[in-house]
């Protein structure tokens, strides 16, 4: 899971106050196009006809994390934070060493650029529909800063002398429909082994989003609080619905403290306990799928990101989870970015999928001999038809 | 060439490996199609068919669902070069084509009539079995070669229908599968209940050949088509 938890708006409200959840969150169009430029594996991207829940499939190095990371990075502008939480996220370590010359803070970034190729604009455009939530980002360097930054360790001599007009400086500036344009400048500054990235804006702004990965995991206040969050607004019995469902076994959920942290516990028919158990404890994959309604139920009238969703779950409850998803999703007005490697997990689609194929969309990602990835935005008809007659869609 | 046993029997999910895709009506016409093929050398062409029956939907709807799958199939990267259907014209040819026409989804174009191939960016036909001016299904055909190959044993087949005449009810297209049922199971003796999908690669107990002048018509469209 990933969502930059240190700067979460307070639950329900706009980082300018107004209400999210409500009335005006219900009629709130969701995108329906991303425009990609200069970024990851995508050299140019188009995505057209993005509906309420997207599948997203394809090969290895086909594009789709990229994909996911490009929608996440687009949520909100403290992009730098974020850039190195998809660090983490790609096995790439969670920590990095503090450049000591011009190329080393430009290697922080360059991988964010198509082929590297940091000479060139990237741009994030999440919109298409004139009265959606649109959002965008851009990344660049400047040249005109001339700002002196606090390159290299105290106990390593840095390689090259930086002098003002020398350094080079990247620049995030994220726009959001109705609010006022965000540049985020990130400098490095070393406290031992971590980096901070400090933004030259006061003010962050977020579009809610979040982003279940299968090498993430909540920790259990995170998923503590959007669960009480959730309560408070009185729609937990939806959630609820859910798990119960899903999993008959378990007959509650409810908030308890366990050695001092807050988190969800179960009331579990048949184990002979007189107390409750922490639903970490009856199965990771439960527990994942319970933050995933949460995400859902939180995130209301923004967008959640569930990189292969297949992950913990046992295929006997994949279809009704399917329903589950997209009931949720309706009623919180999410939209949905799913993706799988899993065959089963996709026919398990099917019986959803029929007689809602408007709100369906299938992302087919794949590489291309020169132009790196792109990915085909296919309707949920094509998905329907290709599911009933066993055609690959992956 | 798709045509390996485990894609014939559907175990797996169609994915096509060639740039040119035929769609035929079911199992028994994708055993004649990849005969003919092999036969003509033919190494571009893939053959599917629908897994499913559609409840309650037109018997032909299956087809066109597979069609429309297929369409957004991609292989190395690239769209298909092009998408054929091979079906029978049951009672009218006419109705058979249009309404299979109408159902090329895009970027494919329809052919403006059967038998021919329409060579655009994709190239797109359809053909309708048994053959030019004819109604009819793949059983017509089949007994035609059965013919070509051992007229007797039709003449015993057609004695037999005499006898069997509390049946002369049947429709066409039923007497003719209930014939070359009659001519398989009276030919191939290591399997007298063979399917017709199968019995291309039955050698001396398949009662027909595929290089007999009455599958010239498929094969001139497979030919034209792949090339």
């Known amino acids: ?394 | 060439m798709k045509c390996d046993e485990k894609e014939e029997k559907r175990e797996k999910a169609f994915e096509p490996e060639s740039p040119y895709v035929i769609i035929c009506e079911g199992f028994q016409d994708r055993g004649l199609i990849c005969a003919l093929l092999k036969h003509l050398n033919i190494t571009n062409c893939d053959v599917t068919f629908p897994k499913k029956r559609r409840d309650g939907a037109n018997g032909k709807d299956a087809i066109f669902q597979v069609l429309n799958a297929v369409s957004g199939q991609k292989v190395a990267g690239e769209s298909l070069g092009g998408l054929a259907v091979i079906r029978d014209a049951d009672d009218d040819p006419d109705v058979a084509f249009k309404e299979t026409a109408e159902r090329f989804p895009p970027p494919y174009t329809a052919p403006k009539k059967p038998f021919t191939i329409e060579k655009g960016k994709y190239r797109t036909g359809i053909f309708l079995i048994p053959g030019k001016s004819r109604t009819g299904t793949l059983d017509h055909l089949l007994l035609d070669a059965v013919a070509a190959k051992n007229q007797p044993v039709i003449d015993c087949i057609n004695r037999l229908e005499a006898c069997a005449n509390w049946r002369v009810d049947w429709s066409s297209n039923k007497n003719a599968k209930m014939k070359m049922h009659c001519a398989v199971a009276s030919f191939c003796k290591g399997d007298p209940g063979c399917s017709l999908g199968f019995i291309w690669s039955k050698g001396a107990d398949n009662p027909m050949d595929i290089s007999s002048p009455v599958f010239k018509e498929l094969a001139d469209f497979l030919n034209d088509f792949s090339k």
């Not at chain 1, 390689?159 to 726009?175: D, N, V, Y």
């Not at chain 1, 702004?205 to 009480?228: H, N, Q």
Request: aromatic share 10%.
């Open chain 1, 1 to 394: 899971m990933l969502c930059d938890k240190s700067q979460e708006p307070e639950f329900g409200k706009s980082p300018t106050g107004n209400t999210w959840i409500g009335e005006e969150v219900e009629k709130r169009p969701m995108i329906d196009k991303v425009s990609i430029h200069n970024f990851r594996c995508f050299r140019e991207l188009e995505v057209s006809n993005l509906k309420r829940v997207n599948l997203l499939v394809g090969p290895n190095s086909s594009g789709k994390s990229a994909f996911l990371e490009s929608l996440f990075l687009s949520s909100s502008s403290s992009a730098p934070n974020t850039v190195f939480q998809l660090k983490a996220i790609r096995r790439m370590g969670n920590q990095i060493v503090a450049p000591t010359d011009a190329l080393g803070y430009r290697s922080l970034w360059d991988d964010l650029f198509y082929e590297f190729n940091d000479g060139k604009k990237i741009w994030i455009k999440v919109g298409g529909n004139p009265n959606a939530d649109t959002r965008s980002l851009s990344i660049e360097y400047t040249t005109s800063l001339g700002e002196e930054l606090p390159f290299g360790k105290p106990s390593v001599p840095a390689r090259t002398t930086l002098s003002a007009g020398s350094t080079p400086q990247i620049e995030f500036k994220w726009k959001r429909t109705g609010y006022p344009e965000v540049i985020a400048r990130p400098t490095i500054t070393t406290t031992g082994v971590q980096v901070g990235i400090k933004l030259e804006s006061t003010e962050v702004l977020y579009f809610p989003a979040i982003w279940f990965t299968p090498t993430g995991s909540d920790t259990p206040e995170e998923v503590a609080k959007r669960f009480a969050e959730i309560v408070k607004r009185g729609h937990i019995s939806k959630i609820k619905d859910v798990i119960t469902k899903e999993f008959p076994f378990i007959k509650d959920l409810t908030l308890l403290y366990q050695a001092g942290i807050p988190m969800v516990f179960a009331d579990v028919e048949g184990t002979g306990r007189s107390k409750e158990m922490p639903v970490g404890l009856i199965s990771d994959g439960i527990n994942r799928l319970l933050g995933i309604c949460l995400g859902i139920g939180y995130f209301s009238g923004g967008m959640v990101l569930i990189d292969q969703i297949e992950d913990g779950i046992h295929h006997k409850v994949l279809r009704s989870i399917w329903g589950s998803l997209y009931s949720l999703a309706k009623e919180f007005n999410v939209q949905l970015f799913i993706s799988t490697h899993s065959s089963e997990c996709i026919e398990a689609m099917l019986p959803t999928l029929k007689g809602n194929e408007a709100d369906f969309c299938l992302l087919r990602a794949y590489r291309t001999k020169t132009d790196g990835c792109t990915i085909d935005s296919l309707t949920g008809d094509y998905l329907e038809s290709a599911l009933e007659q066993e055609i690959e869609v992956r």
